[in-house]
Structure formats: C-alpha cells, structure tokens
C-alpha cells in the first residue's frame, strides 16, 4: 500500500495489536510487489496503492497463503493466478459498507422530505415558502424505498430504515422470496421496482451483465417525482438517458458516482438544479478510515487462530459481487 494509506488505516494503538496478531515490522511498507521481503511472507497486508498481485509476484512469495485487503473491493489486485493457486482473500468491504449506508440513508431522508428542491426554491426565491402549498406530497411516511441489489451496503440500508413509516421493496435476481422475508422487505423484479419507488437506490455491482442496467428504457418507468440515488457505480446508469430525463424536471437525483469519473467540466449533471452531486464521497473517508484498518486486523487475528475469515471473496461469487 502506499505510505499515506498505511498512515490513515493504522493508530499506534492498532499497530500494536497487529504486531499481537502477526510477526510484523509495520513500519516497513512495501509500495511495490518486489524484493526479499516477499520470500517469506505468508499474508500480505494490502490496502490502497497496492499493484496486481500477479504471476511474477506470486513466483516471488512462495510462501503466500493469504491476502487481507485493508480497503473494499481486491478485485484489481487479485489476479486469476491467485486463484489458481488457492489463495485466501479476505476484504473490508463489509467495513466500507456502513458509511455508504449512512450516505444512502441521509440521502433518502432528505429527498423524502424534499429538502433539495426546497431548500433552492428558498435561496432562488428568498421569500416566505409555504411548504403545505408548494410541496404537498413531501414527507417519511407512507412512502416506497426501493433498494437494487441485496449488497452489503444494501442490507444495511434495510436495518438504518427499519425505524421509519417507510416501505422497502428490494429487486435482486440472487434473492429468493424466503431471504426477502428474513430481512422483511418484499421482493420485486426491477422493471416493477422502478414503476413503484418514490426512491430508488442502487446497490448492484458494476459489472458486463449490470451495465446500464438503469437504460432509457427503465429511466422512463420511475414515477413522476421520484428520486434516483446511486452510490454505487456510474456503470449502472446511462448517462445520456439519466440527463434527458432530468433536463425534463420529472425526477431528482443524488449521485455520489458517475461515468466517467470525474465527469467532464461540461457535463449537464454540474448545472442541473435537480442533481445532488457529490465526488465518491460515500465509502470510508476521513476519521471512518481507521474502521478499514482494524478490520483488517481482525481477519489476520482471526487467520492466525485457525479460524476461516469473516469477510472473504470468493472466485464463484466474482460474477455478482462488488
Ligand atoms: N460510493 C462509494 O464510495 C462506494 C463504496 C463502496 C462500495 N460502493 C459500491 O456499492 C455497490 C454495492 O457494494 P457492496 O459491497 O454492498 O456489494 P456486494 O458485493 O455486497 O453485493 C452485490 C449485490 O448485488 C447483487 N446483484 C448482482 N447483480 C445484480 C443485478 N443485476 N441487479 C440487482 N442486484 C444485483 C448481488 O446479488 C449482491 O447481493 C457496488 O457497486 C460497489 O462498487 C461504492
């Protein structure tokens, strides 16, 4: 990992349960996958900045048993050959969940309340805004969340929202109808989801199978009104179709993610007053980053007992996981 991600994962007083865990010198840092140190090294300890751990790396460390990645998704460093070669991989994107579902959950709220849209009239207007009037329909009551995707961030969202008057209809084709009753939401096929939602929020994967799940086509079933958050991957959402529809003022969005990344300086998602637009901001940042590191210690703690990881990545789930 890179020094100033090793900086931000780790206190003092996490380094020094690492050491408990682990014969560590965590003051040695590797930026790069080469070098004596690999010779021995049974877990590597991975976190933003690490490059591919690939055929030549792997030729290096023949000892490596495990990769604990201190950040959420491994997927650009673990290649195929640790696959084959039987590799464990464990990440802390179970960790990076909560604060996408706290975003997510603020963002739900406040669209709900229809806090964007009043709070621009006000400062466009700056007159008195008689809310009863102008915004009849606003409020966390009796309205339908609809969450794409079952992910982790996606069933905490379901518990941050099981305290509210709200309904939550969740569409993901790996769910089956007995898991949607075990987390007490009901289960829809995407298309109804959409036609249903005063909210939608996306929590798919980006991946060959889910890109532009969000078409023209689907863009046009979301109710008048309804809001789109997306805190997931642009990839998910055609761009094109997501600003026609917004230029037309039928719906809102709340989009932490987009495509490209960042978007290109005249992009219409920069100027349009119905677009809450945030620069990936949603995943540990800031004082959450720490919680990264200290799952990581975790998995090794637990990998040095015997004991299987919490949060693995499987090669058989690559094709619907994050
Ligand atoms: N904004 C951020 O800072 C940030 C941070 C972390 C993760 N993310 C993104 O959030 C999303 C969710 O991450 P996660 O770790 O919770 O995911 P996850 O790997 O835990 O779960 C993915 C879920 O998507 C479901 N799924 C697969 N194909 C689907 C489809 N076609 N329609 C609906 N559901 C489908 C799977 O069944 C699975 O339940 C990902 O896109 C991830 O990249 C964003």
Redesign the pocket.
């Known amino acids: 990992m890179s020094t100033p991600a090793h900086d931000r994962l780790f206190t003092p007083a996490s380094l020094a349960r690492l050491r408990g865990v682990a014969d560590v010198d965590p003051d040695a840092v590797l930026h790069e996958l080469s070098g004596d140190p690999l010779s021995t090294v049974e877990v590597l300890l991975t976190g933003w900045g690490c490059p591919p751990v690939d055929e030549r790396v792997l030729a290096a460390a023949p000892r490596l048993r495990a990769i604990v990645h201190a950040a959420?998704?491994a997927r650009a460093l673990v290649t195929p050959a640790c696959w084959q070669r039987g590799i464990l991989v464990s990440t802390a994107?179970?960790a990076?969940?909560r604060?996408?579902a706290e975003?997510t959950l603020a963002a739900i709220l406040l669209a709900n309340k229809g806090a964007p849209a009043a709070a621009r009239a006000y400062r466009e207007q700056r007159r008195r805004i008689d809310p009863l009037a102008e915004y009849p329909a606003i409020g966390n009551r009796a309205k339908t969340v609809g969450l794409?995707?079952?992910?982790?961030?996606?069933?905490?969202v379901i518990e941050l929202l099981r305290p509210f008057e709200l309904r939550v209809v969740v569409?993901?084709?790996?769910?089956d109808d007995a898991e949607a009753a075990r987390l007490g939401v009901e289960r829809r096929e995407?298309d109804e989801l959409l036609v249903e939602a005063d909210v939608v929020s996306?929590?798919?994967?980006?991946?060959p199978?889910?890109r532009h799940?969000l078409d023209r086509r689907r863009l046009r079933l979301m109710r008048d009104g309804a809001v789109l958050v997306n805190?997931?991957?642009g990839a998910?959402v055609d761009h094109d179709a997501l600003a026609a529809e917004l230029r037309s003022g039928r719906i809102s969005a709340v989009l932490?993610?987009t495509e490209p990344e960042p978007l290109p300086p005249e992009s219409p998602l920069f100027s349009l007053p119905n677009v809450v637009l945030t620069p990936?901001?949603?995943?540990?940042?800031g004082t959450e980053v720490v919680r990264l590191g200290d799952a990581a210690i975790e998995e090794l703690s637990r990998y040095a007992a015997g004991v299987p990881f919490a949060h693995p990545l499987r090669a058989a789930?690559l094709d619907?996981?994050?």
């Not at 794409?148 to 905490?156: E, W």
């Not at 996306?202 to 991946?207: C, F, I, Q, T, V």
């Open positions: 959420g998704s994107a179970a990076n969940a604060p996408v975003f794409v995707g079952a992910s982790r961030i996606g069933r905490r569409a993901d084709p790996f769910l995407l996306l929590h798919a994967p980006s991946l199978a889910t799940l805190t997931a991957r998910l932490d993610v990936h901001i949603a995943g540990a940042l789930d619907r996981v994050a």
